[in-house]
């Protein structure tokens, strides 16, 4: 169990609350409308419980665990929202770059890829990031940027 949590210490940035803001591709960032986002550590730091809660209809809420899989040598984001969608996500976060990505099947559908590449702030109090989506699993197009600041 050390070893993991040592492994997950990696994460300890994200740990905390965050609003999150969404930019269209039109550039248009819409206004803070309380998307809140947070990460907190289960157990002894072997895992992080990330929740997010979006007070819009098209954007459900829900939570995911994420932790280390030896196996693949890499985070593993467990994801399940409101709809009843169950995913996961490939996830790194090094030198303040948070990635995920979704281009295998898993337990939903999988009629789509997905990635997210975020990049920390030096002072780690903003996370600016862009969601992608692949309709075909190949042809990358950005889904919409979305702007994390620390709240706690």
Do not use: C
């Not at 007070?55 to 984001?77: H, K, M, N, S, Y």
């Amino acid at each position: 169990m050390a070893a993991t949590s040592e492994r997950n210490e990696a994460l300890a940035p994200l740990i905390g609350e965050w609003s999150m803001t969404m930019v269209m591709p039109d550039d248009a960032e819409l206004p803070d409308i309380g998307a809140r986002v947070t990460f907190e550590w289960m157990g002894d730091k072997a895992f992080v419980l990330e929740r997010w809660t979006v007070p819009i209809p098209e954007a459900p809420d829900g939570l995911a665990v994420i932790g280390w899989d030896e196996g693949r040598g890499t985070f593993l984001q467990h994801y399940f929202d409101e709809r009843g969608v169950a995913r996961v996500y490939e996830m790194g976060f090094e030198d303040g770059v948070w990635t995920l990505e979704r281009t295998k099947p898993d337990f939903s559908e999988f009629n789509f890829s997905q990635r997210f590449t975020g990049t920390l702030s030096a002072d780690g109090r903003r996370i600016d990031g862009s969601f992608e989506i692949a309709h075909d699993h190949e042809t990358w197009e950005k889904d919409f940027d979305g702007v994390y600041t620390r709240v706690l």
